[in-house]
């Protein structure tokens, strides 16, 4: 069993939990996921991780409810445990690897955060500043009650950009708006890592490519085991078929096929469940990529 | 007086009624079928049987003892040599190997060994016998990865042998591919493989599940850092392939792992539980082997119309006879010399049909069966929602690449000996991780050799 050490409600949807889980803590690195089972019914949810403490053995993950799985894991709380608890899966990012930190030092990084995106993009931005790395960061939200982690970025991030779509806080308009805002007042960005909604890790590669920045993704695909054993969490990059799980989670997003990946999405997303969720989320509905909401 | 050519018939489920539920199809012998189906062993002096078993069981010695009603007896026998009797009894090949071997077979039908071993383990199981351990503990620790039937079985018997062995197990349940690959209809998860998983528990051997090896942690920190001297990796081949022909990446098309994973580990097909599963209403199969039978008679119970496409004919089909039978019998179509080119996709991106080409067989091949060879312009397009593809599997590198020393051949399997000795001290391979995708019961005699192994190598050191 893997204890929830604390729980934290980040906003309407979203939520965070540490949870106890020591062969993770001790080896995971930015960039990569774990898959959390609740209980003997449940599915295996793989989510990115946010935050790890290898002192203390545990792990931050945050995740947004989009349908009954996450709403059931919304309503455990501190003291209650996952049945399992499984990690660290995929490759670190290259950014955060000892191996590569001269590499890494010359760049002139650019983090895009999509809402719930923003959790796997601070632990990257994390461990560059203890690795005395700058970066930029820009937390794109639709409105300001769904943006967090804040403070969290404003104390690893160099410069933090926050950006709603409402124009509720910060920056009226989306991540790439805000980017080519920044390209335009003559800030030069040689490496961008775009993390979110897969929309729009989609629109801000089409950009990156104009503007001609590199630019990495993280793609959260269906998957089931995360071992590279079933195949689901397939997608086609480059000319190449590649499985998130062991390949990935992080690619080239100039050479993502994001319309099929977005098509694989919604496998499993019935006409049904779709307008059951589009009454429950009201305003808020975004479609579905199958595990942040926000997609289309 | 039975006619003692013949077996003692075993009762199944009606086909009809079986292919709309996940129940065991066979339902095995009573005692007192058992006990005449044993009177048909010949008791050879020189058995042959023993031979075609690949963990050597005393097969002639349990049988006898079925005959005289010793049930605890033949149990105690088994289990001197196999650690899964019970899945054994249901899943292994017994018409290639031992009952392959048996004399009965010559002029009659053979002694049916598998499901006398079944009858025995199930009898076993309940009334609550378990195997036993003597040894005394010597205080040696080996770690074996993955617990399926060759790791369970290493683990089973270095623990007779006294050692403190953990197993580390990458998913949720102990079983491996018993609980994702092999459906309840043939090989029941609670009754069955938890039970025997419990028994190789009963010799004192540890479990972990949720540690991937290679990432959770890599064998040289078991090694360094945990202070196991040896080390036994039954990994599995858990790679799928796929077929690389246009429209394979569209929704609706599977791997055969997944579409097992889901309703096997997951209990996809059981109310209640939260993994979903696509319950196609026309399924297409690629592929001819056990797994090929176990995703088709999966679909078929999720209420599909099923076919099996298989680009040579019957005869070479690559599972067992008795799997071809059942599914046949419960309805599953099977498209022979057939071979899919192309994927049809709908605009929504999913699955709307196959264009599959007639093949023939040509001139035998590196495996000694006839090539299949494409007919021109013999294509044609079938409707459907769902392909599964089980054209095989291939070990997972995670552990290979991430173990200094460790090397493997072109197709990615562990370089092993007949022994299980890897390229690196102390490390032992078997299973399918050495020799690709193979039966449970081969996997299960690598990892009786490769504990013989171990012990020989702490007995050196």
């Known amino acids: ?296 | 007086m039975a006619d003692m050519m013949v077996r003692v018939p075993i009762s199944e489920q009606d086909p009809k009624v079986r292919a709309t539920n996940f129940e065991e199809v066979c339902l095995g012998y009573t005692e007192e079928e058992a006990v005449q189906e044993a009177s048909r062993c010949l008791n050879c002096k020189n058995p042959m049987c023993v031979g075609g078993c690949p963990v050597s069981i005393n097969i002639p010695a349990f049988i006898q003892e079925v005959k005289a009603r010793n049930f605890e007896k033949a149990y105690e026998i088994i289990s001197e040599s196999s650690a899964l009797p019970a899945v054994c009894g249901r899943v292994c090949p017994q018409e290639s190997q031992c009952e392959g071997k048996c004399i009965r077979g010559i002029k009659g039908e053979a002694v049916a060994i598998g499901k006398l071993e079944r009858f025995v383990a199930d009898w076993a199981r309940e009334n609550g016998i378990k195997p036993k351990n003597t040894s005394t503990p010597n205080g040696h620790k080996v770690a074996v990865i993955g617990s399926g039937p060759s790791g369970l079985t290493a683990a089973g018997d270095l623990a007779k042998l006294g050692y403190d062995v953990t197993v580390f197990e990458a998913l949720h349940e102990m079983g491996g591919v018993l609980v994702y690959g092999i459906p309840e209809f043939r090989l029941p998860k609670d009754k069955v493989v938890k039970a025997e998983v419990e028994n190789v528990k009963a010799l004192g051997v540890k479990f972990e599940k949720n540690v991937i090896i290679g990432r959770s942690i890599t064998i040289d920190e078991l090694i360094e850092k945990e202070n196991f001297e040896a080390v036994f990796i039954g990994s599995g081949a858990g790679l799928p392939m796929f077929m690389h022909i246009p429209g394979e990446q569209a929704n609706g098309v599977f791997s055969a792992n997944e579409f097992l994973t889901r309703n096997n580990l997951m209990k996809a097909f059981k109310e209640g539980y939260d993994t979903p599963i696509a319950r196609g209403k026309k399924v297409v199969v690629v592929g001819g082997g056990n797994v090929a039978m176990d995703a088709a008679r999966t679909a078929l119970r999720l209420g599909a119309e099923v076919h099996v496409v298989y680009r040579r004919s019957e005869a070479e089909l690559p599972a067992r006879a008795e799997e071809v039978h059942h599914a046949k019998e419960e309805g599953v179509i099977f498209d022979l010399l057939q071979n899919p080119v192309e994927i049809l996709v709908n605009e929504e991106g999913s699955v709307k049909g196959c264009k599959i080409i007639k093949m023939e067989l040509g001139e035998p091949d590196a495996s000694g069966r006839r090539r299949p060879v494409e007919i021109p312009g013999s294509e044609y397009e079938i409707e459907c929602d769902t392909v599964i593809m089980s054209l095989g599997t291939s070990p997972n590198p995670l552990i290979s690449s991430t173990t200094a020393g460790l090397e493997t051949n072109k197709k990615g399997c562990l370089i092993a000996t007949e022994d299980g000795a890897t390229t690196k001290t102390g490390v032992y391979a078997g299973g399918d991780a050495v020799t690709g995708a193979a039966t449970v019961i081969l996997a299960m005699g690598a990892g009786k050799t490769a504990a013989a192994a171990i012990d020989a190598y702490f007995k050196n050191k």
């Open chain 1, 1 to 296: 069993m893997y204890q929830i050490v604390k729980k934290e409600k980040l906003s309407d949807k979203i939520f965070l939990m540490v949870v106890k889980a020591p062969r993770v803590a001790s080896r995971c690195l930015p960039g990569q996921f774990i898959i959390v089972k609740m209980d003997e019914e449940g599915e295996r949810i793989p989510l990115t991780i946010c935050d790890y403490d290898r002192n203390e053995g545990t792990v931050t993950i945050v995740f947004q409810t989009v349908g009954a799985s996450t709403e059931r894991m919304a309503l455990l709380n501190e003291g209650d445990a996952f049945d399992d608890f499984v990690g660290p899966l995929g490759q670190p990012s290259e950014l955060c690897i000892e191996e590569n930190l001269e590499e890494t030092k010359k760049k002139s990084i650019v983090f895009i955060a999509g809402g719930v995106g923003t959790a796997p993009v601070y632990p990257q931005v994390k461990w560059l500043k203890e690795h005395g790395i700058d970066s930029t960061v820009i937390i794109g939200a639709r409105s300001k009650d769904i943006l967090f982690y804040e403070d969290e970025m404003r104390a690893v991030a160099t410069e933090l950009y926050l950006a709603t779509d409402d124009g509720s806080y910060g920056f009226h308009g989306n991540g790439c708006q805000q980017l080519q805002a920044l390209v335009d007042e003559g800030k030069k960005f040689d490496h961008c890592v775009a993390i979110g909604p897969m929309i729009m890790m989609k629109f801000v590669c089409l950009l990156t490519k104009e503007l001609g920045i590199p630019t990495v993704v993280s793609m959260n695909p269906i998957m089931v085991d995360g071992t590279g054993m079933c195949g689901a969490c397939r997608l086609v990059v480059g000319d190449q078929v590649k499985f998130a799980c062991v390949d990935g989670p992080e690619f080239d997003g100039h050479l993502v096929d994001f319309d099929q990946a977005m098509a694989r999405a919604k496998q499993y997303k019935t006409e049904e469940g779709r307008a059951l969720l589009k009454q429950q989320e009201g305003d808020t509905h975004h479609g579905g990529c199958g595990n942040c909401g926000g997609d289309e």
